[in-house]
Nanobody, 120 residues
């Protein structure tokens, strides 16, 4: 079981920035994908950004040009740099790691979530 621990959430004014971090308990080399999802009150959880083991990156249209996902393989850490935040970015942000092995098959691991609140 992979443990994911997020940090960096908080309260920020519209137009401000935050940097989220997600530390994995095992090497992120073993992850097929790692990414960030978010869930706002009354809404479904949605993908924000993910990065594949090969380094390919995908962003949701709503965050393109404002958010940047990156990783530090030596620290087993994935980051989400969020700029130009607005009220619609308010949500609980979850770190996700997707793994696949021939024995266990595909599995999604989740962190506990970190709250991001943007005040207007």
């Amino acid at each position: 079981q992979v443990q994911l621990v997020e940090s960096g959430g908080g309260l920020v004014q519209a137009g401000g920035s935050l940097r989220l971090s997600c530390v994995a308990s095992t090497s992120i080399w073993s992850m097929n994908n790692m990414g960030w999802y978010r869930q706002a009150p009354g809404k479904q959880r949605e993908l924000v950004a993910h990065i594949t083991s090969g380094g390919s990156i995908h962003y949701a249209d709503s965050v393109k040009g404002r958010f940047t996902i990156s990783r530090d393989m030596a620290k087993n850490t994935v980051y989400l740099e969020m700029n130009s935040l607005n009220a619609e970015d308010t949500a609980v942000y979850y770190c996700n790691a997707h793994t696949y092995t021939a024995v266990a098959g595909a599995y999604d691991h989740w962190g506990q979530g970190t709250q991001v609140t943007v005040s207007s």
